[in-house]
Structure formats: C-alpha cells, structure tokens
C-alpha cells in the first residue's frame, strides 16, 4: 500500500522548507537510507533519508519548489499503484475533483473510503507530528511533558523534551488550544512523522484522528511501559520479601538544584522518587520523605559454590542505550568501514607554544588554553591546504573554499561535535570565547542543529585527560580529523645537547579516497611550524 511522507519540521524554528535537489525520480526504487532529497530550512540545507522502501510515485514540488511543514511530499508505494486518491487527500482543492473521476473507474466498495475519508487529519492544524530535530534523527524519546492531557497551551509555551540522537531539546507550541492526547509517556519512543499530540478545542473527536492516522503509535492502553514494568515488579513480590522500587522517573530529570544536592548527599537514586513539584518536578520535601522499599534487584544473580565455601554474585546492568549512542555507533562505523582510513603522526616541540601562551593569559580577560592555539594554527594550515579541508561527496569531490572547525567535546551520552565558524578569520581570543560557550551549551544539552551542523575538518583534544597519542575516526562528510595528545616534557636534542622540552603528538586520519599520504604530511608541516613559532599566527 502506499506510503505518505510529509514535509518534515526539520528545525525547531521551520515553517516551510524549500526542495534544494531530488536525489530520486519519479519511477525511481528508493530503498530505506537512500538519500531522498536535499531540503533547504531557516538553518541549513539538509539531507533527508527516506525511512520505508518503494517506488517513487509523486512528489509533491520540484526543485525549487517550497513546501508547508506537514504538506505532501512524496509517495511511496508499489508499481503503477494508483495513488490519484492520496494526491487529491493531501492537495487543497483537489478532493472534489477526484471523487467523481475515480467512482466510474473502480467499485464504490473500494475508492469511496479513500476519496472521501472520515477524517482528513492532513489538514489539521490540531495534529502535531513527531518533528525531525537533527539531519540524522529517526526517533525521538519523549524525555519529559511539560503539560498534561487536559492543559491550556499557549503558543511559545515548551510542550515536551524530546530526546534526539544528538541531544535533549525543548519542543515549543506553535498553536494554542488544549491538550487533548499524547503519542506517548515520557521515556517512551516515537518514529519522525508519527503522531505526537493533538492540541485542539474540547470535544473534539480525538478517536477518529487517532484512527485516520494510519502509522499513529498505539493507545495508551497498548503501551508497552506498562507491559514491562507490572511483570517485574509481580515477579519481585512474589519471590522477595521487599518490593523491587519502580522506576517513576525516565530520561531527563527534573529535580530543583537543592533537591539534587540532598540526593547526592543521602544517596538517593532520583529515578525511584516521585516529585510532587510542578510538572512532576523533585523538590526537597520529596528527598526528605522518600523512603527506599528496598535496593535494586540486579538485572541477573547467579550464585558460584567453591569448594572453600567462598561464595560471590554475577552481577550487571543493562541500560538502554541513548539516542545519542545509537547514532554516534552508525555514524562512526559507517565511517570506518566506508572511508579507507590512514593515519599520520608527528611530534611537535611546544616550547615556544607553552611560553606564548603564558605572556597572552598574563593580563588578558579571555585565558587561552592549548587547544585553541591548535585550533588558530589548523585553521590558518587548511587555508595552505585546502585538499585537506575537503569532502568525499561519491561522484565528486567537494574542496570547501570556508573553513569550519567542528571541536569534538565529550559529555555523559557521547561526543558532541560543535562547529567553529570561518576559524581562519576569528582571533585567538575569539576562538576561546566560542569554544567555551559551545561546550558549556554541550554539557547543558542546550546545544541547536546549527551549532553542530557543516564542519569541514575536525579536532579531538584528549590531552587534558593524559593521553599521549591516539588515533580518531573521521567525523563524516570531513575528509580528516586530527587527534591531539597531551604535552609532556620529554629529553630532545636542541644544539646538538640534550635537553628538556614539551613535546606534543598529534594525529592526521585521512579519508584516502580524498586525501593522499603527501598531502597530510605537507599539511601537518605547516601545522607544526605554526605551533613551533606562534607568532606566526598573529600577523
């Protein structure tokens, strides 16, 4: 049967969104992955992957075209499938037409259902639709509502955390009216495109767009939180004499900083706590009166007999891994094992680095750290090496004239990767600024598609935690990454005598198909000569 796809919302602030290319036309098999189409929103022009298998049928607009959030943008379905019906549904205007040419044709017991449906949810404005919040999200998990069933929203009021694959974002209303469903609990998933709430006036047949809704999610009854949780908590009862303590609280938490501290103090696991704050929010009395049933049971305990009558437990955890995780394991190893890697080392003398460094931070108000010193002096290399700041684009090669520098920062979910715009023409002290704020956004999971989106090189700095040397894997569409190890003092030769020196290592991974072992070498010369005269870099 055919599939509908709507024009997703591709950005928290998205409208409509214009057709920048079509990567598949009509007639054309499209396979699950495959790269659909380009669409150019208010952020950024971004990849979208179709999410079934099929036949490209009809799109909705040609390249160029602009397209509502929510309008029809393509079908999918099986050859010469009819879908005259579903076009019409979806085109304003076009139902009346379509009833009285498509009656003759067929029997009545089977296109007056189509042509005339019970509900025509495309055109309401009360349906909310799971948006796509990152270029690369597939699901979304519901990390907290911030209104119940039953609650006035207003437009600009947030509605709900959606957690994505790149971070936890706030869902704001772009309607006002009153909450009449969820798709889903917190904590529970729901595909791009698939129903996530409806916002409408009181009685309003809610039913029947849950129904018309072909890949709706399941009621509330269906949901499978409460399948899961009720077996466990019979089976603990049962075989325990203390309950095991159920998880209220999934995902994102949200306690008040005075709630979080007394927990951390008292060692009080916040997911076993109900909040009785706004919202479901954790304060301080919940910490106080909150009474453990008993500890965790552990997901498996095996007892081991030995022959001294020592005896133990087998003992782990199983945590779902994150949104987040699941799209840095695709992304990564669809790099690795895409992009023949090849690795290039050097060893750089950081005397006059560490000696700069000190006389610019002894009166400035912005310090500068290590870090953005190899980042001022990668970006001014790639501007000597622009076979380096390029992309492995399948057909082509794209060698980018700009130079965006993502900077790899590590928070509890992962790796972030925020992107330093036009580095090369950015000082020091303005790289330092940008730096910091990107990774305090990171680490507050407040970070927005634009800030991580369009890097064409990229550094990961695990100096700081005493790594020497390591090697990275490239962050795609880059061609490289250089991984930078920490400075340490090591014995070189100067003059002929040997002497103390800090010595920094760094590594080039190179995509091979972009990217030659000439090439990365020349570029991390220049790299090296920049760092070992800094003052190069502020001419």
Same mark, same amino acid.
């Given at each position: 049967?055919?599939?509908?796809?709507?024009?997703?919302?591709?950005?928290?602030?998205?409208?409509?969104?214009?057709?920048?290319?079509?990567?598949?036309?009509?007639?054309?098999?499209?396979?699950?992955?495959?790269?659909?189409?380009?669409?150019?929103?208010?952020?950024?022009?971004?990849?979208?992957?179709?999410?079934?298998?099929?036949?490209?049928?009809?799109?909705?607009?040609?390249?160029?075209?602009?397209?509502?959030?929510?309008?029809?943008?393509?079908?999918?379905?099986?050859?010469?499938?009819?879908?005259?019906?579903?076009?019409?549904?979806?085109?304003? /205007?076009? &139902? $009346?037409?379509? @009833?009285?040419?498509?009656?003759? !044709?067929?029997?009545?017991?089977? %296109?007056? *259902? +189509? #042509? =005339?449906?019970?509900?025509?949810?495309?055109?309401?404005?009360?349906?909310?639709?799971?948006?796509?919040?990152?270029?690369?999200?597939?699901?979304?998990?519901?990390?907290?509502?911030?209104?119940?069933?039953?609650?006035?929203?207003?437009?600009?009021?947030?509605?709900?955390?959606?957690?994505?694959?790149?971070?936890?974002?706030?869902?704001?209303?772009?309607?006002?009216?009153?909450?009449?469903?969820?798709?889903?609990?917190?904590?529970?998933?729901?595909?791009?495109?698939?129903?996530?709430?409806?916002?409408?006036?009181?009685?309003?047949?809610?039913?029947?767009?849950?129904?018309?809704?072909?890949?709706?999610?399941?009621?509330? /009854?269906? &949901? $499978?939180?409460? @399948?899961?949780?009720?077996?466990? !908590?019979?089976?603990?009862?049962? %075989?325990? *004499? +203390? #309950? =095991?303590?159920?998880?209220?609280?999934?995902?994102?938490?949200?306690?008040?900083?005075?709630?979080?501290?007394?927990?951390?103090?008292?060692?009080?696991?916040?997911?076993?706590?109900?909040?009785?704050?706004?919202?479901?929010?954790?304060?301080?009395?919940?910490?106080?009166?909150?009474?453990?049933?008993?500890?965790?049971?552990?997901?498996?305990?095996?007892?081991?007999?030995?022959?001294?009558?020592?005896?133990?437990?087998?003992?782990?955890?199983?945590?779902?891994?994150?949104?987040?995780?699941?799209?840095?394991?695709?992304?990564?190893?669809?790099?690795?094992?895409?992009?023949?890697?090849?690795?290039?080392?050097?060893?750089?003398?950081?005397?006059?680095?560490? @000696?700069?460094?000190?006389?610019?931070?002894?009166?400035?108000?912005?310090?500068?750290?290590?870090?953005?010193?190899?980042?001022?002096?990668?970006?001014?290399?790639?501007?000597?090496?622009?076979?380096?700041?390029?992309?492995?684009?399948?057909?082509?090669?794209?060698?980018?004239?700009?130079?965006?520098?993502?900077?790899?920062?590590?928070?509890?979910?992962?790796?972030?990767?925020?992107?330093?715009?036009?580095?090369?023409?950015?000082?020091?002290?303005?790289?330092?600024?940008?730096?910091?704020?990107?990774?305090?956004?990171?680490?507050?999971?407040?970070?927005?598609?634009?800030?991580?989106?369009?890097?064409?090189?990229?550094?990961?700095?695990?100096?700081?935690?005493?790594?020497?040397?390591?090697?990275?894997?490239?962050?795609?569409?880059?061609?490289?990454?250089? @991984?930078?190890?920490?400075?340490?003092?090591?014995?070189?030769?100067?003059?002929?005598?040997?002497?103390?020196?800090?010595?920094?290592?760094?590594?080039?991974?190179?995509?091979?198909?972009?990217?030659?072992?000439?090439?990365?070498?020349?570029?991390?010369?220049?790299?090296?000569?920049?760092?070992?005269?800094?003052?190069?870099?502020?001419?």
């Amino acid at each position: 049967m055919a599939e509908v796809i709507l024009m997703p919302r591709l950005s928290d602030t998205m409208t409509e969104g214009v057709i920048a290319a079509w990567h598949k036309k009509v007639g054309d098999t499209v396979n699950k992955g495959d790269l659909l189409a380009e669409i150019e929103t208010d952020k950024a022009t971004m990849e979208l992957d179709s999410y079934q298998t099929g036949v490209l049928l009809h799109i909705g607009a040609p390249a160029g075209g602009k397209l509502q959030v929510n309008d029809l943008l393509a079908i999918l379905g099986k050859p010469g499938e009819d879908v005259s019906a579903l076009v019409a549904q979806h085109t304003p /205007g076009a &139902a $009346p037409k379509a @009833a009285p040419s498509s009656a003759p !044709a067929s029997s009545p017991a089977v %296109t007056q *259902p +189509a #042509a =005339t449906p019970a509900v025509d949810v495309t055109k309401m404005e009360e349906v909310v639709l799971m948006p796509r919040l990152s270029d690369t999200m597939t699901e979304g998990v519901i990390a907290a509502w911030h209104k119940n069933i039953g609650d006035t929203v207003k437009k600009g009021e947030i509605l709900a955390d959606i957690e994505t694959d790149k971070a936890t974002m706030e869902l704001e209303s772009y309607k006002d009216g009153t909450l009449l469903y969820q798709g889903a609990k917190a904590g529970e998933k729901i595909q791009v495109n698939d129903l996530l709430c409806i916002i409408g006036k009181e009685g309003l047949d809610v039913n029947g767009i849950v129904a018309a809704l072909k890949n709706g999610v399941p009621a509330a /009854g269906n &949901a $499978p939180a409460p @399948a899961t949780t009720a077996p466990v !908590a019979t089976q603990a009862t049962n %075989t325990a *004499p +203390a #309950a =095991t303590p159920t998880v209220v609280n999934e995902g994102r938490i949200f306690a008040s900083p005075l709630a979080k501290k007394l927990a951390e103090e008292k060692g009080i696991d916040l997911r076993y706590v109900k909040g009785s704050g706004d919202n479901g929010r954790i304060i301080k009395a919940d910490i106080d009166n909150y009474v453990p049933s008993a500890a965790p049971a552990p997901a498996t305990t095996v007892s081991i007999a030995a022959p001294i009558a020592a005896s133990g437990q087998v003992r782990y955890e199983d945590v779902p891994v994150s949104q987040m995780r699941k799209t840095i394991a695709r992304r990564l190893s669809e790099s690795l094992f895409t992009a023949p890697h090849f690795y290039l080392t050097m060893s750089i003398d950081m005397d006059a680095a560490v @000696a700069a460094r000190a006389k610019l931070n002894e009166n400035a108000k912005v310090k500068i750290s290590f870090n953005d010193l190899v980042l001022k002096a990668t970006a001014m290399a790639l501007k000597q090496h622009p076979k380096v700041n390029s992309s492995w684009m399948g057909d082509f090669i794209r060698y980018n004239q700009h130079i965006n520098i993502g900077v790899a920062v590590a928070v509890d979910e992962g790796l972030l990767v925020p992107v330093v715009r036009f580095a090369d023409s950015l000082s020091l002290s303005q790289i330092a600024v940008q730096v910091k704020e990107y990774a305090q956004k990171a680490k507050d999971k407040k970070l927005q598609p634009a800030d991580w989106e369009g890097s064409t090189f990229t550094i990961s700095n695990l100096g700081m935690f005493g790594i020497d040397q390591f090697t990275a894997i490239i962050n795609p569409p880059d061609a490289c990454i250089l @991984a930078v190890g920490g400075i340490s003092q090591q014995p070189i030769v100067k003059n002929g005598q040997i002497v103390p020196g800090n010595v920094m290592k760094v590594t080039l991974s190179c995509d091979h198909r972009v990217v030659d072992g000439a090439t990365g070498a020349a570029f991390l010369q220049t790299l090296k000569s920049l760092l070992e005269e800094p003052l190069r870099m502020l001419i």
